[in-house]
């Protein structure tokens, strides 16, 4: 049954606006807000903080301190949980506290729920109510990358770029420090916090030696730094492997690599991922099943163009967001953002589902969602 009311509405907002108090802290758990009310009076609220931590609805029956819960509604961004994990199901415990009325704003896609548990709490004789429309769709835009490796077992992959008026990432003579400004690179290093992992080519690896952390205040975790590195030529001696110890590595290898440069990457501590596949975008595939695997839901792309071609070319770019600069380049041999193969017609162009510009500092920042899930 579908909800009817604008204070329903109201609170359900309300759910999903906390649910993103916990980015960048509850990967691989879903981003979730949860709001108790009755007779259009808040109660308690709560959503889930960290990864290991109680879930958004326990929090919030908590806080109610005990109080009754009489005629009172549970608002939650998404459907609750039904099976044990590192915490117990949400079902049995809003069922405990008495509440005789659920609203959800979107489904869970995962095979462990999947409506199990809207039906669970049915059964027990709880008012089901699921959002459509605006709701629902704000609830699964928060978790894009949760519902992308439910469905399909890959991380969801963001790619960033900073770029010239006249679209080039980089000088014919490969120069492109720094075309974004101060700030917008501020707003990247928050984006890197937010992600599960950060990837870059062996280009990019080579030519600037990065560090791939996000050096900003309050980070809760670094982001596993990937390079994908078919003949792993990475330096032993380069800021990313003298930091493996600490921050974890992984190299995305072919099988054309080296044995004895790879053992040599383990010995310092890189996790090695052989990617297969008979050219660079079935590699990408390859590869991002097993960073799936492994419990990365979500990536920032940072180039370069030849990556992030064959990342497009894979069909493996959910959405993008690139700074453009007040600058501009010329130059027919200018490095552009999107290598690869592209497309030969107009027709077969991927058009974005959404498009929002905004100021940052110098900068602007175009963020397109190019997949839904």
Not at 221 to 236: G, H, K, M, N, T
């Amino acid at each position: 049954m579908p909800i009817r009311t604008d204070t329903d509405r109201l609170h359900l907002s309300r759910a999903i606006e906390i649910a993103s108090q916990g980015r960048g802290q509850v990967s691989p758990n879903p981003l979730v807000g949860a709001v108790i009310a009755r007779d259009g009076d808040v109660l308690s609220e709560g959503w889930h903080s960290a990864y290991g931590e109680p879930h958004a609805e326990v929090e919030a029956i908590r806080a109610l301190g005990g109080a009754a819960v009489d005629g009172a509604t549970l608002y939650v961004s998404l459907e609750p949980c039904c099976h044990t994990g590192k915490q117990p199901p949400c079902t049995d415990a809003i069922i405990a506290a008495g509440i005789r009325r659920v609203v959800v704003a979107s489904d869970d896609p995962t095979e462990k729920a999947s409506g199990r548990g809207l039906g669970i709490l049915r059964d027990e004789g709880i008012e089901v109510e699921l959002a459509e429309g605006e709701l629902a769709a704000r609830a699964r835009l928060l978790n894009q990358a949760f519902r992308k490796q439910a469905r399909v077992g890959r991380p969801w992959v963001l790619f960033k770029s900073a770029m010239t008026l006249d679209g080039k990432v980089a000088t014919r003579a490969g120069d492109s420090k720094w075309i974004s400004g101060t700030q917008s690179r501020h707003l990247a290093h928050h984006w890197r916090a937010e992600c599960d992992a950060v990837a870059v080519g062996i280009g990019t690896a080579l030519a600037d030696d990065p560090q791939l952390t996000a050096r900003i205040e309050g980070v809760v975790r670094q982001p596993r730094r990937i390079v994908f590195d078919s003949e792993a030529r990475l330096p032993l001696d380069s800021q990313l492997v003298r930091a493996a110890s600490e921050i974890p590595l992984t190299v995305v290898v072919s099988r054309a690599a080296p044995r004895a440069a790879t053992d040599a990457l383990e010995t310092h501590g890189v996790e090695v991922v052989v990617a297969t596949g008979a050219n660079e975008p079935a590699r990408v595939t390859s590869a991002l099943d097993q960073l799936g695997s492994m419990g990365i839901s979500s990536m920032l792309l940072e180039g370069g163009p030849r990556l992030a071609g064959a990342f497009f070319d894979a069909g493996e770019i959910d959405e993008l967001r690139l700074f453009l600069a007040p600058l501009v380049l010329g130059g027919k041999t200018a490095r552009d953002p999107l290598e690869g193969e592209g497309v030969e017609t107009i027709a077969e162009a991927m058009r974005a589902l959404s498009l929002d510009c905004e100021r940052i500092g110098e900068d602007l920042v175009v963020t397109a969602r190019l997949k839904e899930w």
